[in-house]
């Protein structure tokens, strides 16, 4: 590789009371195949009170490292803050538990020049500690599908895909999009995504950009943020009112079992009962797995998960009512009706999927001859189609009326192609 | 009445075809596109199968084959092909004093088409020295031998042997497929799949004994491409994720999960079970095992009456032995029901058809074997363990 | 209320359809390649006319699923059709004082697409010549059988069959053009010795009409080939033999009658049971071990009772028949009395009728009601057919249809000539 067409990095981390794994992260930027001169590290201590500081200062890096400090504002605030204080073209964000593999910023790096001005996600698979707890295996679960599913070619992309672990971004693009949004609790990854999405900036997966996340998280932890989460989600549903229908929160009306329905109305009407309520049920939930009872174990932990996560809506909104009316305000089904083409498969699908690639429609309508197959929806929060996604969309959503359409076809005695 | 096992592709059916006299029903796999997508029975009528053929072949099919067809119509894969190379894997054959089985289960696995792949045959405790040397015939199979007699402690000593990323195991008297390796490959692009397991149909079906064991003990899991996960699959019925005879596993499992349990399966007095003892772990642990019906092999039943009797004993015993670690050692208060959801549901009907003879009984003999074996299942394994 | 009755050949092309004044809906016979694919309905929302566009819709949306086996499945294997060597085929119709109705059906049956074959109407004791005049100048041969009985006529009819296959079809139906070549492929394979064949309303403009076809399930036995043997049916299967097909549309390989024997003469219509010889025929053929297929590509036209009177009379005779029948299968042991009693008790009078009685879901319950009368009162006909035939046996002596004169050997089976040929009942 040579080293005029190498880019300037600067990794930003941000950090808060985590020396420790914070070491571990930097030791793995020293060894990074890059050459390490064109490297630029800058760890944001957002209100760090383990000595994290201290331990920076004596650190001895073979790269050009940089320690801003600020008053506790929240990991994205220090994103911000560090993006603005850095001096390289692209930006790499990492989080501070994370080990990243010798070749991280090599793959980000070619990434970008394969697909120049779009954002790069990288791959941060969870590493688990010894003797997993079910939570924990279900959050491997989550992570590895999320990654599998991105990593297919004909992955469509959604404001959800965006993962601050492991982004890169060049640094006129961050700028110009106006970074994070620090007004909210947590989820700014999601906001940020959907102002990409909205923009037309192209997201896309660096499944050989590994950086392993070493995970700490704990089922009580988990709490706490899906509650957050639910804050977050309420003032996303406010920023962008095609999101509101899509949003965990517009289930509010949907059957559940009796107690889940029971906590759902404890959390808008009388919270105090209600926590005592989950505090209660989250220690069976300890009886459970060490009984090993995984069904009800799941059942339960998603029952209070959803709890949590009506909580921190009740939080922000106040009432049901209050939930009732900020669901008028949005529209149920997304109609782009501006922006939806027809395509007649008649005319063979790779003219079709040279047309997608071509018009970037948010839905599409299909037919084949006179027959109409379906739609492909417009989805909020998704990026606008691509010749990619006709193959997964016509196999999956709309096999059986192509299958019709392909006998009706055959029987009038057209010859199909093979 | 002898069963003629037939393997057919839809694309290219004979419109009649000839089936020699003795047999009087034909079992036939139906493949699309080289994919197996059903399977039918069908009666032979004067050395010809019948007309309804191609009707029935459909039907058995379903909607599996057009699925399949408009995957290949649209070039569309729902496992798709990777641009980084398929793992390299070694092929593990267990085998006991079965010379004459090896020897054709060497033949099929020459026919593979070579991506690298190593062979090897674990010698496990024999008796003579005719397996040795039937090896030494091929320059590339490996031979080893394993003193501890035990499939479980063969597999492992497999494990231990291995040279290459992934082990594929099969049975010594299974006959693979020539696209076997190649489909276990193509799923373990998930990181989280530890095991892949195939579909088993039978080889042949000449005895009656090798009918009632397809009937009732059948390695076939389905003809759909199923992911299993602790999520969506009870573990302790890991039994559903497929069979020994026909799976694949990372070399990685010895780590993230431990090793086969050797006080059970063949040859040990538990006879069976150290095969979905294994799934059963992995599932439990959080990991996946992928079933493909494209990784085809075909196994040879036992033959005689007796020895099928011995395998639907040993299949009792395997199963509570299974049970019983799961209950005592590793704390499954579940057990219990699910024994006994097995007793009522399956097992004591299955006994009281027999005894009352109703049409399409098992065989009295072979539902009591079974459940002789059931009830020296915990003794076994307690004895096996200690 | 009325519905039109149309046919389509999904690979003919199809162009709007005219005349539906008084219609409300159209009920389409889906084909393809003269295979009955399945029913679609069309609204013509009150207009004398439907676009092939509503047409090409309305069958995509209702039959779509049953399309893509029959269409694909015939592109994935690409067979060549093979040109299956015409077997001469005679076609036997029984009629009695119906000469309109035979009218129609003769004309369908000499514009088959078929090269070899011949018709015999057997004149079962009418009462006027109408007939014999109809006939005198069609290209028909005549037959005329004085005992009265649907089973002596059809007897009949095979004794005076020249060909290997005989044929059966009743005076009020209308043949498709492709029937007789539907039933010629069935017979290609030489294990089969019977084919029935699917039997559609050819009108459906009255409510009795609608309420047969409809309520009761008509004629028809589905649109799905089978290949049916003894050996895959429970016993039960087997003497519901009213599901393998029904006599207006059903052919035989004549040697099958030699080792078999012929049609009961104390059964079907025009004797005191009112019914069941075709149904009898083809449980004692499959209780023998021979193979029936039911070839739903082997489609005739039939034309339902138009009165509510008629109708209860059908209904009232299929409730005496099937009793009869039951009672024939126990006279000729070909099942267990135990068995059989069971199924009287438990699926015919229990499950069939009595059930339907509570709960008769679209069937009028006072018509579930007549076909319980009928079948109470079978016993006693059965005794009355029995002794009918037996004094017309012994009556006439010219002419006994007894098997073996027009035999033809075969290399299948074996030619066994057995006196069955007299209804006199037998200790087997």
Redo the contacts between chains.
């Keep these: 590789m040579h080293d005029e067409l190498a880019m300037d990095i600067s990794v930003i981390i941000p950090t808060h009371d985590r020396s420790t794994p914070l070491r571990r992260t930097l030791d793995a930027l020293g060894a990074q195949s890059y050459p390490l001169r064109r490297i630029e590290v800058v760890v944001v201590a957002d209100g760090c009170t383990d000595g994290t500081a201290d331990m920076l200062r004596h650190y001895t890096a073979p790269y050009a490292l940089r320690v801003i400090e600020q008053p506790c504002q929240g990991a994205g605030g220090a994103r911000n803050h560090g993006a603005a204080q850095a001096t390289g073209r692209l930006l790499l964000f990492q989080d501070d538990d994370m080990e990243p593999v010798p070749s991280l910023i090599q793959a980000h790096v070619q990434a970008h020049r394969r697909w120049p001005g779009s954002v790069i996600i990288g791959a941060s ?1 969870p590493v688990l500690p010894e003797g ?1 707890s079910l939570f ?3 959050l ?2 989550w992570w ?1 599908d999320q990654f ?1 599913e991105m ?4 992955h469509r992309y959604t404001y959800r895909d965006l993962l601050t672990g492991n982004l890169s971004i060049e640094a006129g693009l961050f700028a110009r999009t106006g970074g994070f949004d620090i007004s909210l609790p947590c989820r700014e990854d999601y906001e940020f995504g959907m102002r990409l999405v909205k923009a037309g900036i192209r997201l896309a997966f660096a499944a050989d950009a590994v950086s392993h996340h070493h995970e700490t998280a704990d089922l009580d932890r988990s709490f706490r943020r899906v509650r957050q989460e639910g804050c977050a989600d309420v003032l996303i549903g406010r920023r962008y009112p095609e999101l509101r229908y899509a949003l965990p929160l517009a289930s509010l009306e949907m059957p559940g079992s009796r107690l889940s329905r029971v906590l759902r109305a404890y959390a808008f009407q009388r919270p105090g009962i209600g926590d005592g309520l989950a505090a209660t049920l989250r220690s069976t939930l300890n009886l459970l797995e ?6 009800r174990w ?1 059942r339960l932990c998603s029952t209070l998960r959803d709890y949590w996560y009506w909580r921190g809506v009740a939080d922000v909104l106040g009432s049901r009512r209050a939930l009732a009316g900020f669901l008028q305000g949005g529209p149920v089904h997304v109609d782009d009706g501006a922006h939806e083409i027809e395509i007649d498969l008649h005319e063979g ?1 790779e003219a079709a999927e040279r047309r997608l690639d071509e018009e970037r429609p948010a839905c599409v309508r299909i037919r084949y001859g006179k027959q109409p197959i379906g739609r492909i929806p417009p989805t909020p929060g998704a990026e606008r189609l691509r010749g990619a996604h006709l ?2 969309g ?2 999956r959503q709309l ?1 059986t009326p ?2 019709i359409a ?1 006998a009706m076809e055959a029987a009038q005695g057209e010859r ?1 192609w ?1 | 009445m002898p069963t003629a096992v037939l393997d057919l592709e ?2 290219h ?1 004979p ?1 009649a075809i000839a089936v020699p006299g003795h047999y009087d029903h034909a079992l036939i796999l139906v493949r ?1 596109y080289g994919q197996p997508v059903g399977q039918a029975l069908l ?1 032979v ?2 050395g ?1 199968l ?3 053929l ?2 029935r072949l ?2 058995a099919a379903g909607w599996n084959l ?2 399949r ?3 290949n ?4 894969e ?1 496992v ?1 092909a ?1 641009d980084s190379p398929a793992p390299a894997a070694t092929i593990a054959i267990c085998t006991r004093d079965r010379p004459e089985d090896l020897a054709r289960c060497l033949e099929a696995l020459m026919r593979l088409p070579d991506d690298g792949q190593e062979i090897m045959v674990v010698d496990n405790c024999p008796s003579t020295e005719a397996t040795r040397h039937l090896v030494e015939g091929y320059t590339r199979v490996r031979y080893v031998r394993e003193e501890r007699p035990g499939l479980d402690v063969a597999r492992n000593r497999a494990l231990r042997e291995a040279r290459r990323e992934i082990v594929a195991f099969t049975d010594d008297d299974a006959v693979p497929d020539p696209g076997w390796l190649r489909a276990l490959l193509r799923n373990f ?4 799949v530890l095991c892949v397991t195939g579909l088993t149909m039978p080889l042949e079906l000449e005895t009656s004994a090798q009918e009632w064991f397809e009937q009732y003990s059948s390695f076939s899991r389905g003809f759909r491409r199923t992911v299993f ?3 969506n699959t ?2 302790l019925t890991a039994g559903q994720a497929g069979a020994g005879v026909n799976m694949a596993l990372r070399h990685s499992v010895v780590e993230c999960v431990g090793s086969f349990d050797e006080a059970l399966d063949a040859g040990t007095p538990t006879h069976s079970g150290g095969d979905t003892e294994m799934f059963s772990r992995i599932l439990a ?2 990991y996946r095992i992928v079933y493909d019906p494209a990784a085809l092999n075909w196994h040879r039943h036992r033959r005689t009456w007796e020895e099928l009797r011995q395998t639907l004993y040993g299949y009792g015993t395997g199963v509570y032995a299974l049970w019983t670690r799961k209950f005592l050692f ?5 057990i219990p029901r699910l024994a006994w959801g097995w007793f009522w549901h399956t097992q004591l009907p299955r006994l009281l058809h027999a005894l009352l003879r109703r ?1 399409g009984h098992m065989p009295l003999d072979l539902a009591l074997a079974e459940l002789r074996g059931c009830l020296r299942g915990p003794t076994a394994y307690l004895s096996a363990r200690a | 209320m009325a519905m039109k009755v149309l046919e389509l050949d999904l690979s003919e092309p199809s162009g709007p359809v005219w005349g539906l004044e008084g219609y409300t809906t159209l009920s389409i016979l889906v084909r393809y390649r003269e295979r009955p694919v399945g029913w679609a309905y069309v609204s013509n929302l009150q207009q004398p006319f439907v676009l092939p566009e509503q047409l090409v819709d309305a069958i995509s949306t209702q039959l779509g699923s049953q399309l ?2 029959i269409v ?2 015939e592109q ?4 060549a059709a ?1 040109q299956v060597a015409a077997m001469p085929v005679s076609v036997v119709v029984c009629t009695r004082d119906r000469a309109d109705q035979l009218a129609d059906c003769l004309r369908a049956l000499l514009a088959l697409d078929y090269p070899d074959y011949e018709v015999v109407v057997v004149d079962n004791a009418s009462r006027s010549d109408d007939t014999a005049r109809l006939v005198a100048d069609l290209p028909v041969r005549y037959v005329r059988e004085e005992r009265p009985g649907l089973d002596w006529a059809r007897n009949r009819g095979i004794a005076e069959a020249r060909h290997d296959i005989v044929a059966f079809t009743d005076d009020d139906v209308r043949p498709d053009r492709h029937w007789l070549s539907a039933i010629a492929r069935a017979f ?5 010795m019977a084919v029935t064949g699917f039997v559609a309303p050819a009108e459906l403009e009255t409510s009795a009409q609608m309420t047969f076809e409809f309520g009761y399930g008509g004629m028809s036995h589905g649109f ?4 049916i ?1 003894r ?2 049916l ?1 016993t039960r299967e087997l003497l519901w033999a009213c599901a393998f097909g029904t006599g207006t549309n059903m052919a035989f390989r004549r040697q099958v009658f030699a080792h078999v024997g012929p049609f009961d003469v104390a059964l079907d219509v025009g004797t005191p049971s009112g019914g069941g010889g075709d149904v009898e025929m083809f449980h004692r053929l499959l209780a023998r071990g021979h ?1 029936l ?1 039911y070839e739903p590509a082997a489609l005739v036209w039939h034309v339902h009772r138009r009165d509510a009177a008629s109708l209860r009379q059908l209904v009232y005779n299929n409730g005496r028949s099937f009793g009869t029948y039951l009672l024939t299968c126990a006279r000729n042991r070909t099942v267990s009395r135990s068995a059989l009693v069971r199924f009287a008790v438990c699926e015919w009078i229990g499950w069939w009728l009595w059930r339907r009685l509570w709960r008769p879901g679209s069937f009028p319950r006072r018509l579930v009601g007549v076909e319980l009368t009928g079948a109470l009162s079978s016993l006693l006909a059965y005794r009355a057919a029995q002794a009918r035939a037996r004094e017309l046996a012994a009556d006439r002596d010219h002419r006994l249809p007894i098997m073996g004169a027009h035999q033809q050997t075969t290399e ?1 089976s074996p030619t066994r000539v057995r006196p069955r040929g007299l209804v006199m009942p037998q200790k087997h």
């Design positions: 698979p997993s924990l295996l279900d491997r679960r590895e599998h990593g297919r070619p004909d060490r009984t090993h009872l995984r069904g799941r699908l193959r997964p016509l196999a096999a192509l299958l392909l199909l093979p | 839809f694309e059916l419109a699309v009666p009528i004067g010809q019948g007309s309804e191609r009707d459909l039907e057009w699925q067809w408009l995957h119509y649209l070039e569309w729902q798709p990777t692009d998930d990181p989280l996960d602790e999520a009870n573990v642990r959080g590793e704390r499954e208060l579940t049409p | 893509v086996p694909l499945g994935l294997v690409n067979e093979g290609a394979a030489s294990e089969v799905r080939r089978r290949v043997r050996d895959s429970t193979t297929v299948t």
